[in-house]
């Protein structure tokens, strides 16, 4: 089993599990279900001993249901987003004295082509079984949900993602089955309207050859509100417990075992803003024949203020500061650290219904670390600093940007299906095959090769195209060169017209992801959002930045129509940008450090009409002044 279908095998495996499922059917007009949808407040302990089993399924498809509205409230209005469809639903509701067994799916739909036929709808099936009693109640619970996938349903799925994929193994896909039918979620539906998920992954193990996978277990915990949970307030802890992959390199014989040791993480966005984020310290250990390499890093923090889910952006606003704390590498005993990342960022809404964005992030290098592993590097490094900003851009920007990203995936992926159907059309005229039985060998007797004829007949795939070519060719034993022939022939076929849909199919998404990027383009001009851009970078002796500012000058008086007809027309857009577009950028070295760089001399020889001296620093400023670009001042020969 190679690495990724090792990942993907437990991505998969945990994933599916705690999946939420079902959308409730409306009560009928006039019935006593209608009635007490409509009187019940799941924030209230309304619920009382004799009327538990309505009120345990009502809430039970309220929660489904909400489910369903939190998708299409965040998600659901947007066409670009990962999944494009989810739709959940609830059969065959049976009700008891304290319990009650229900069937729940959830439909979904890859928004890219992530895999072969990712964009059809994919279903996955649970059984959930409902308990309610005084008991329960008493603890302020209306009803506790077990939920267990269909393994039978959930093993054509993963077939379909895994098997004809990545080619997994039935061994494999089974190994993962098991571990699924021993995974048990339950919920605990609250009268004041919380709600606690718990999901619980056992250990498996996966084995094929000398490739295994060991999973020593997973446990996740959410916990949310109804009345909250569609504005994304929620909280996670997740636990994964140590697990160890080993794969072999069949062609040198190497292999390598990686074990994680046990993560935790804490996650919440709460009523008031507030995000918090901790984690665990994270530990990986490589054995291979090169040794023992071991990376870790103390933990990930992350707290925020204002955080909101935004349904126009399909985001977070709000401000957000996180920190990844020691990261250190140990290889064969030689202990290597690195430093810390921290970083912020800020999205908000301004007055003019667009966004402001900000983000920020800083790597404080440990220079020694890097200096011993580089010993050629002239100077110790000590920080790296990025930093980027959009102001004022619409919501619609950012969509027609993820649209068009999905369009250019989908006709990548198109591209290397023609270049599949291509290469197979091509095998299929150069087979190997073909050209050994195209004639008897010289020591081949007649009623041999006649009888590898039916032989070959047979094999050819009885499709609707050739099955009559086959068996024509078997019954009248034709010679082989005839019947490969024709084989190809319809191969080959096949084989064009998948590469000319697949073409046609790539050209349409190239379309698609021109027109959105256009669309980017109109509302970067006409809301004159401004794109900035920082890097800086401290050494021991001294700094080095490069900064950049641009975007439609606020003054700009060009009208919307103006921009549009310029799309269409390249030299009336440059001279537009030429005459509205205000260019800010700045690149400075300190003298020290260029010296230390021994980038004087050239700094000094070959830039000296664009190089200014500023304090103890170098720098060359670029503007566009009116339609003229200048840099330091001075309009640019060119």
Not at 534 to 547: P, R, V, Y
Request: proline fraction near 4%.
């Amino acid at each position: 089993m190679k690495l990724n279908q090792l990942a993907l095998a437990i991505l998969t495996a945990t994933g599916l599990l705690v999946a939420c499922s079902d959308e409730p059917k409306k009560p009928e007009k006039g019935t006593k279900t209608e009635q007490a949808a409509q009187t019940a407040t799941p924030a209230g302990n309304t619920a009382q001993p004799g009327d538990l089993a309505q009120q345990a399924e009502d809430r039970y498809r309220a929660n489904i249901e909400l489910m369903n509205t939190a998708y299409q409230k965040m998600y659901g209005q947007h066409t670009a987003w990962l999944i494009k469809q989810y739709q959940a639903s609830v059969s065959d509701y049976q009700r008891g004295d304290n319990s009650a067994t229900a069937t729940s799916k959830l439909t979904f739909q890859f928004g890219l082509p992530l895999f072969e036929g990712a964009d059809q709808p994919l279903t996955l099936t649970n059984k959930d079984t409902i308990t309610y009693n005084k008991e329960l109640l008493d603890k302020g619970i209306v009803a506790h949900i077990d939920t267990q996938a269909d393994t039978e349903e959930t093993g054509k799925l993963l077939k379909k993602i895994l098997k004809d994929n990545l080619n997994t193994s039935d061994t494999n896909l089974d190994s993962i089955l098991t571990g699924l039918s021993n995974t048990k979620t339950a919920t605990d539906l609250h009268t004041d309207g919380s709600v606690h998920v718990i999901a619980e992954t056992a250990p498996f193990q996966v084995q094929e050859g000398d490739d295994s996978l060991d999973f020593k277990g997973m446990k996740q915990e959410f916990r949310y509100n109804n009345k909250t949970f569609a504005d994304g307030v929620m909280a996670m802890d997740l636990t994964v417990e140590p697990f160890t992959f080993t794969a072999t390199d069949k062609k040198d014989g190497d292999s390598a075992t990686v074990a994680f040791s046990p993560i935790k993480v804490e996650y919440a966005i709460n009523e008031d803003g507030t995000l918090k984020l901790n984690t665990s310290p994270l530990k990986s250990e490589t054995t291979a024949k090169e040794g023992l390499f071991i990376f870790e890093v103390d933990g990930i923090d992350a707290n925020g203020s204002g955080v909101k889910f935004d349904p126009a952006l399909m985001g977070y606003l709000g401000d957000i500061d996180y920190n990844i704390k020691n990261i250190h590498v140990t290889y064969n005993g030689d202990q290597r650290p690195f430093g810390d990342i921290t970083g912020k960022s800020s999205t908000r809404k301004n007055s003019g219904d667009n966004y402001d964005a900000r983000d920020e992030m800083t790597w404080n290098i440990n220079g020694a670390t890097l200096k011993r592993l580089v010993p050629q590097i002239p100077v110790e490094p000590q920080s790296l600093r990025i930093s980027a900003s959009m102001e004022n851009f619409s919501a619609a920007s950012k969509q027609a940007f993820l649209e068009s990203y999905i369009a250019l995936i989908a006709g990548l992926n198109a591209a290397q299906k023609t270049s599949a159907a291509n290469m197979v059309a091509g095998d299929t005229i150069n087979t190997p095959a073909a050209a050994t039985t195209a004639a008897p060998a010289e020591n081949q007797t007649a009623d041999t090769a006649t009888d590898a004829n039916a032989e070959t007949a047979a094999s050819v795939p009885a499709t609707d195209a050739n099955a009559e070519t086959a068996a024509s060719a078997a019954a009248s034993d034709i010679n082989a060169e005839t019947v490969t022939s024709a084989a190809a022939s319809t191969a080959t076929a096949s084989s064009t017209q998948t590469a000319a849909d697949n073409e046609k199919a790539a050209a349409g998404y190239e379309k698609i992801a021109q027109e959105k990027l256009q669309t980017v383009l109109q509302e970067l001009v006409k809301n004159k959002t401004r794109l900035s851009f920082g890097l800086e970078g401290t050494t021991d002796s001294g700094k080095a930045s490069f900064t950049s500012s641009v975007g439609i000058r606020a003054d700009s008086t060009a009208t919307p129509e103006a921009w549009q007809q310029a799309f269409d027309n390249p030299k009336e857009l440059q001279e537009l940008l030429r005459n509205n577009l205000d260019l800010h950028a700045e690149a400075r070295i300190n003298k020290k450090l260029a010296e230390k760089l021994e980038l004087v001399p050239l700094i000094e020889s070959q830039g000296a009409a664009f190089i200014t001296i500023d304090g103890e620093d170098y720098v060359a400023k670029l503007d566009n002044d009116n339609g003229t670009l200048k840099i330091n001042g001075k309009p640019l020969p060119f």
